[in-house]
């Protein structure tokens, strides 16, 4: 988990950043470098899945990103404003590696590593890295905004593979 300093610089540069833009300041990242940095992942965007409540209202979204640089995955889980955005509430985000690396076959986790965070907080939680090289991910998140509790996450099966 991030300290609140660390969540509250990640903030600031994501101001000045935009202030930077406002300004007609140009930076070589790509934009979805620039959003990544702001959840304090590198790489692109890959992929995103919902964080739904039981009766379908998108409480979160979960943000996939990977660098190719690294090899490394990273996701984040932001709340919406039906998830209470910027109002504190329990968040998590969770990335694991499966043991297959075929795209769509079950996710077996067991004894593979993870990351998580989770804990109340305003926006989002994560980011949370881990390398998956040749192997495929799993990503889930939740929002609980007493109640109800919102679940999503890539599905039982393997997801960017590779």
């Known amino acids: 988990m991030r300290s609140i300093y660390a969540r509250n610089l990640t903030r600031y540069t994501t101001v000045a950043a935009a202030l930077g833009i406002f300004l007609g300041v140009t930076n070589s990242a790509g934009a979805s470098e620039r959003v990544a940095a702001e959840y304090g992942c590198t790489g692109s965007l890959i992929d995103t899945y919902p964080v739904r409540t039981s009766t379908g209202a998108t409480y979160g979204n979960i943000r996939l990103y990977y660098n190719s640089a690294t ?60 390398s998956a090289a040749g192997r495929c991910i799993h990503v889930v998140g939740a929002v609980n905004d007493s109640p109800p509790h919102a679940d999503g996450s890539s599905g039982s099966n393997g997801v960017h593979c590779g």
């Open 71 to 130: 090899g490394r995955n990273c996701a984040v889980n932001v709340k919406t404003s039906l998830g209470g955005y910027g109002k504190a509430s329990h968040v998590s985000i969770t990335l694991k590696r499966c043991k297959t690396s075929t795209p769509g076959a079950w996710c077996n986790t067991s004894g593979e590593p993870w990351r998580q965070d989770w804990g109340n907080y305003t926006y989002y939680a994560g980011p949370v890295e881990l």
